[in-house]
């Protein structure tokens, strides 16, 4: 069985960091290309980060460019998502996926797999 659990979400002020957790159970996890993705209340589920099994390609959203950044632990099964310089528009529900297929920008059909999610809220 699959399963894909993040941690690491809350409630922070603008401008602040956190760091958001991926671990993956159950299938091969280098095989696989990790997404980021985010839904706030009323918009569409987005594609905010991603990065290829082998961690040499990743790509951004130009919303988070230069202030998020992903990366993976293959040797943990784990990838991660660290967030600078937080904005009140990011605040959302963060879900990591994988996907058997690399493509960029992503296409949220690819992923198969997706963890429960974990809340970002950021005041202002």
């Known amino acids: 069985q699959v399963q894909l659990v993040e941690s690491g979400g809350g409630s922070v002020q603008a401008g602040g960091s956190l760091r958001l957790s991926c671990t993956v159970s159950?299938?091969?996890?280098?095989?696989?290309?990790m997404g980021w993705f985010r839904q706030a209340p009323g918009k569409e589920r987005e594609a905010v980060a991603c990065?290829?099994?082998?961690?040499?390609?990743?790509y951004y959203a130009d919303s988070v460019k230069g202030r998020f950044t992903i990366s993976r632990d293959n040797a943990k099964n784990t990838a991660y998502m660290q967030m600078n310089s937080l904005k009140p528009e990011d605040t959302a529900m963060y879900y990591c996926?994988?996907?058997?297929?690399?493509?960029?920008?992503?296409?949220?059909?690819?992923?198969?797999?997706w963890g429960q999610g974990t809340q970002v809220t950021v005041s202002s």
């Open positions: 159950g299938l091969t996890f280098d095989d696989y290309t």
């Open positions: 990065i290829k099994w082998s961690g040499g390609l990743t």
């Open positions: 996926a994988a996907s058997s297929i690399w493509r960029s920008p992503p296409y949220t059909p690819d992923f198969h797999y």
